[in-house]
């Protein structure tokens, strides 16, 4: 891709980004251009990276063919209200934004823009993410398809409409809490069988990722592969038993749902 990115802000998910484009050779770092007031951090990534790097937002916004605000919600309005003039005519803006979304960013730029709203997960931080990609009617195929490569080049990526991004928090963006908390129960589990912490942390993880590419791989339906591990009489089918008992899809199923209505009340 030889267009300008830039990215405002540069944390944790704005420097995931920027490897994965740099790693994957997507994009050259001499096209990547990164605004933020961290100087501290600024010198990070342009080690890391070898990117441009500014203190001057309006800098990043007056270069960039893409430009990606990774920025704190609070802040959103402020960084809007400092760069809106200084964008191209045809920029394409991509926010990743928690809450933000399509309508209000083109009222807070006050003009109309080609804006992608995206929903990136922190799996993101080791080339694991998962994307969900909603454009508005102005960005072309063309630029829709090089927003799905900058956040398949860290991950995975989704395109769809934006009424969707509710349920896109709950099954993505907060997932990774839950999985977590899954993966802290089955250690402790098996710590309480005698196997030392750091081994059932490993063990734990791994057949989670392992249990996930499975699915991602094979295309099997997630019945069918559990059915296949189930033997009749066997221990799996035992365990399933107790979580069916217990209300563990139930339980998942209900937690998505607080999490998307959530995710609704804090978009209103």
Do not use: W
């Not at 508005?136 to 829709?144: A, F, G, P, Q, Y």
């Not at 559990?226 to 107790?242: F, H, R």
């Amino acid at each position: 891709m030889s267009k300008v990115v830039g990215f405002i802000g540069c944390g944790n998910m704005g420097g995931a980004m920027m490897r994965g484009l740099v790693k994957s050779k997507l994009v050259s770092p001499q096209n990547i251009i990164v605004g933020d007031l961290n100087e501290k951090r600024l010198e990070q990534v342009k080690k890391e990276f070898g990117v441009e790097i500014t203190t001057d937002n309006k800098e990043v916004a007056k270069k960039a063919d893409i430009l990606i605000l990774s920025v704190k919600p609070n802040i959103y309005k402020i960084v809007v209200d400092t760069i809106k003039d200084s964008v191209k005519e045809d920029v394409v803006v991509i926010t990743i934004a928690a809450g933000k979304g399509i309508e209000e960013t083109e009222e807070l730029f006050g003009k109309k823009l080609k804006v992608i709203k995206v929903m990136p997960n922190t799996p993101a931080l080791v080339g694991e993410g998962m994307a969900a990609i909603c454009p508005n009617e102005r960005v072309s195929k063309e630029e829709l398809e090089e927003a799905v490569s900058i956040f398949e080049s860290f991950g995975k990526a989704e395109v769809l409409d934006e009424k969707y991004m509710d349920g896109v928090t709950a099954v993505s963006g907060s997932s990774p809490a839950y999985v977590f908390m899954f993966i802290e129960a089955m250690a402790d589990a098996a710590v309480l069988e005698g196997i030392p912490r750091t081994k059932a942390y490993k063990m734990a993880a791994q057949a989670v990722l392992g249990s996930a590419k499975m699915v991602l791989e094979t295309g099997k339906h997630p019945a069918e592969l559990k059915d296949m591990v189930c033997s009749p009489a066997g221990t799996t089918i035992e365990a399933v038993g107790v979580l069916e008992e217990r209300g563990f899809r139930s339980a998942v199923i209900e937690a998505m749902k607080a999490c998307a209505e959530k995710s609704r009340e804090m978009s209103k």
